[in-house]
């Protein structure tokens, strides 16, 4: 019922897409009867079915702006239905008035057992199509709101990969620089000067470095987003329905007017033989149609239409050619429903996997420091290189060296130069740091406020304590570019009276009616708090 009324209050009730099935079903299925119950009869009332669909569509085009212009949902939902009760009432006579300007015929039919039926097939039909679309627009934004956070965090990422890079490259090229000066300085007079100048070569490449590690921004082009399936053909399109959402539909939406032709007995006879009918070509469908088999998936609903038949003239063996129009209305109706199944499962997947490709990200963010190694090169050139020029300069600052004190500093600054050479190009983040570097990574995409208690950054030490924190961020941040368009979050972190960690993280939004699973933390617990959402763990003292 939750997700109904977000559907119907949402904005988005009367589209292209409602507009296109319900001229479909007015104008094929749901024609009033002008005249008798032959194939002439059924097409005039065709005519006059789609005609009226037209002057009834008219009278909803204010209304579709109406609804898109208000902010009160509980407006919106009324003015929807209230409006569609409206049409619906009205189909009838607007039919009967059609069909006597054109045709000078009434069409017949009790008045009452009409307009039920127009209720029922309206609301019935609309709210599904209405569920589907907004679940579809919802799973796409969302999809799309993840895709372009991955985009700028993979690209910032990519960014900061490639300075490393560079720096690295800097730092090697420099120090092969470094060793062919030292040894021009070495290979001539050595003297206080010489070795100030050699001094100001490695300070400069240390300041070098240094400063294209922090040139880091968040400018430039992104990365690609993450493909998806919009282009799938559509035999791979066509996917089984949902069990009894074919048949049945359709039966249900005619028993008004069956009830009407032959009592509530035939009524709810038309509905069993609808849901053995879809059951038995639900289990056809999934054995012998799966795509990619278009051909076998509409002659299995073409055979269950004719089935819907025989089921009409058994209770009703006077409607006429209306009996035969579920052979094809029902697999319209599969078409239509499998391609919906098809069109919410893989926005669903998208935004799975954009979801998923986001938090790999940042976790690998949190998880790798690439630039250690270099920043660690830099802290070299500032201590052990400098540190044996500082000693060597003053060895020399009143007399020559000694051979004994030349390679006593060739051999400290080649030490010195080895260890900066033979670092590691990337390494694991250490737990305490992981948080803060992870925070770091969304930067891009979310702008993130944090308070850690200096108990919990002790706690953060502990590396299973920091993957836990870490995954439930994650999760938290993820969610919030899903579920909302602002860019922004607080994650608070403290330790409790008892000593468990509570992690809270807060973003602007709305929940959901039925929040899904996430990434899968355990113990979580997930709340609206005036315009935040809220996602808090409470993580038990270490034992």
Same mark, same amino acid.
């Given at each position: 019922? *939750?997700?109904? &009324?977000?559907?119907?209050?949402?904005?988005?009730?009367?589209?292209?897409?409602?507009?296109?099935?319900?001229?479909?079903?007015?104008?094929? !299925?749901?024609? $009033?009867?002008?005249?008798?119950?032959?194939?002439?009869?059924?097409?005039?009332?065709?005519?006059?079915?789609?005609?009226? &669909?037209?002057?009834?569509?008219?009278?909803?085009?204010?209304?579709?702006?109406?609804?898109?212009?208000?902010?009160?949902?509980?407006?919106?939902?009324?003015?929807?239905?209230?409006?569609?009760?409206?049409?619906?009432?009205?189909?009838?006579?607007?039919?009967?008035?059609?069909? #006597?300007?054109?045709?000078?015929?009434?069409?017949?039919?009790?008045?009452?057992?009409?307009?039920?039926?127009?209720?029922?097939?309206?609301?019935?039909?609309?709210?599904?199509?209405?569920?589907?679309?907004?679940?579809?627009?919802?799973?796409?934004?969302?999809?799309?709101?993840?895709?372009?956070?991955?985009?700028?965090?993979?690209?910032?990422?990519?960014?900061?990969?490639?300075?490393?890079?560079?720096?690295?490259?800097?730092?090697?090229?420099?120090?092969?620089?470094?060793?062919? #000066?030292?040894?021009?300085?070495?290979?001539?007079?050595?003297?206080?000067?010489?070795?100030?100048?050699?001094?100001?070569?490695?300070?400069?490449?240390?300041?070098?470095?240094?400063? =294209?590690?922090?040139?880091?921004?968040?400018?430039? $082009?992104?990365?690609?987003?993450?493909? /998806?399936?919009?282009?799938?053909?559509?035999?791979?399109?066509?996917?089984?329905?949902? &069990?009894?959402?074919?048949?049945?539909?359709?039966?249900?939406?005619?028993?008004?007017?069956?009830?009407?032709?032959?009592?509530?007995?035939?009524?709810?006879?038309?509905?069993?033989?609808?849901?053995?009918?879809?059951?038995?070509?639900?289990?056809?469908?999934?054995?012998?149609?799966?795509?990619?088999?278009?051909?076998? !998936?509409?002659?299995?609903?073409?055979?269950?239409?004719?089935?819907?038949?025989?089921?009409?003239?058994?209770?009703?063996?006077?409607?006429?050619? =209306?009996?035969?129009?579920?052979?094809?209305?029902?697999?319209?109706?599969?078409?239509?429903?499998?391609?919906?199944?098809?069109?919410?499962?893989?926005?669903?997947?998208?935004?799975?996997?954009?979801?998923?490709? =986001?938090?790999?990200?940042?976790?690998?963010?949190?998880?790798?420091?690439?630039?250690?190694?270099?920043?660690?090169?830099?802290?070299?050139?500032?201590?052990?290189?400098?540190?044996?020029?500082?000693?060597?300069?003053?060895?020399?600052?009143?007399?020559?060296?000694?051979?004994?004190?030349?390679?006593?500093?060739?051999?400290?600054?080649?030490?010195? !130069?080895?260890?900066?050479?033979?670092?590691?190009?990337?390494?694991?983040?250490?737990?305490?740091?992981?948080?803060?570097?992870?925070?770091?990574?969304?930067?891009?995409?979310?702008?993130? *406020?944090?308070?850690?208690?200096?108990?919990?950054?002790?706690?953060?030490? /502990?590396?299973?304590?920091?993957?836990?924190?870490?995954?439930?961020?994650?999760?938290?941040?993820?969610?919030?570019?899903?579920?909302?368009?602002?860019?922004?979050?607080?994650?608070?972190?403290?330790?409790?009276?008892?000593?468990?960690?509570?992690?809270?993280?807060?973003?602007?939004?709305?929940?959901?009616?039925?929040?899904?699973?996430?990434?899968?933390?355990?113990?979580?617990?997930?709340?609206?708090?005036?315009?935040?959402?809220?996602?808090? *763990?409470? =993580?038990?003292?270490?034992?």
């Amino acid at each position: 019922m *939750t997700t109904w &009324w977000s559907a119907v209050s949402g904005g988005g009730f009367y589209t292209r897409w409602s507009a296109a099935v319900s001229l479909l079903v007015a104008g094929i !299925f749901s024609v $009033p009867s002008v005249g008798g119950v032959g194939i002439e009869a059924y097409l005039r009332g065709a005519a006059v079915a789609a005609l009226g &669909w037209a002057v009834l569509a008219a009278l909803l085009v204010p209304v579709a702006v109406a609804e898109r212009r208000m902010s009160s949902r509980a407006g919106r939902g009324a003015l929807v239905l209230g409006a569609l009760l409206v049409v619906a009432t009205m189909r009838s006579f607007v039919n009967d008035a059609i069909s #006597s300007a054109l045709f000078g015929i009434v069409p017949s039919g009790p008045m009452p057992s009409r307009i039920a039926t127009n209720l029922v097939t309206a609301v019935a039909l609309l709210s599904i199509v209405a569920v589907i679309t907004s679940r579809h627009a919802a799973s796409r934004a969302a999809a799309d709101r993840l895709r372009a956070a991955l985009a700028r965090v993979a690209s910032a990422e990519a960014r900061r990969q490639r300075i490393a890079a560079e720096a690295r490259e800097a730092l090697v090229s420099g120090i092969a620089m470094l060793r062919r #000066s030292r040894e021009r300085m070495l290979d001539g007079p050595v003297d206080f000067e010489a070795v100030r100048a050699f001094s100001e070569d490695v300070r400069g490449l240390s300041h070098r470095v240094d400063r =294209l590690l922090r040139s880091y921004d968040d400018d430039g $082009p992104l990365e690609p987003p993450l493909p /998806d399936d919009a282009d799938a053909p559509l035999s791979m399109r066509l996917v089984a329905p949902p &069990w009894l959402s074919v048949a049945p539909l359709y039966a249900l939406a005619c028993f008004p007017y069956a009830v009407a032709a032959g009592g509530a007995g035939v009524g709810l006879a038309g509905l069993v033989g609808g849901i053995l009918v879809d059951l038995v070509a639900g289990v056809a469908v999934r054995r012998w149609a799966r795509p990619p088999r278009p051909a076998a !998936f509409v002659a299995v609903w073409t055979a269950a239409g004719a089935g819907m038949s025989v089921v009409t003239y058994l209770f009703l063996p006077r409607i006429g050619v =209306l009996g035969l129009v579920p052979v094809l209305a029902v697999p319209v109706v599969a078409v239509l429903v499998g391609l919906c199944r098809d069109a919410l499962s893989r926005a669903g997947a998208d935004e799975r996997r954009a979801a998923g490709g =986001l938090a790999e990200v940042a976790r690998e963010a949190a998880e790798v420091d690439e630039s250690a190694p270099v920043r660690r090169g830099v802290d070299v050139l500032h201590g052990r290189a400098q540190g044996a020029c500082v000693v060597f300069a003053a060895r020399v600052d009143e007399r020559a060296p000694t051979p004994d004190e030349v390679a006593d500093f060739r051999s400290r600054t080649e030490a010195a !130069f080895r260890a900066i050479l033979h670092a590691g190009s990337d390494e694991r983040m250490p737990p305490g740091e992981s948080l803060d570097r992870l925070i770091e990574a969304w930067a891009p995409a979310v702008a993130v *406020t944090q308070r850690i208690d200096d108990a919990v950054r002790m706690r953060l030490r /502990d590396p299973e304590t920091a993957e836990r924190v870490v995954s439930v961020v994650t999760e938290a941040l993820v969610n919030a570019v899903k579920h909302s368009g602002a860019r922004r979050a607080q994650v608070v972190a403290r330790v409790t009276g008892s000593g468990s960690l509570l992690l809270r993280v807060a973003s602007p939004g709305r929940l959901a009616p039925r929040p899904g699973r996430g990434l899968g933390t355990i113990g979580r617990r997930v709340f609206q708090d005036g315009g935040d959402v809220v996602l808090e *763990t409470v =993580l038990p003292a270490s034992r």
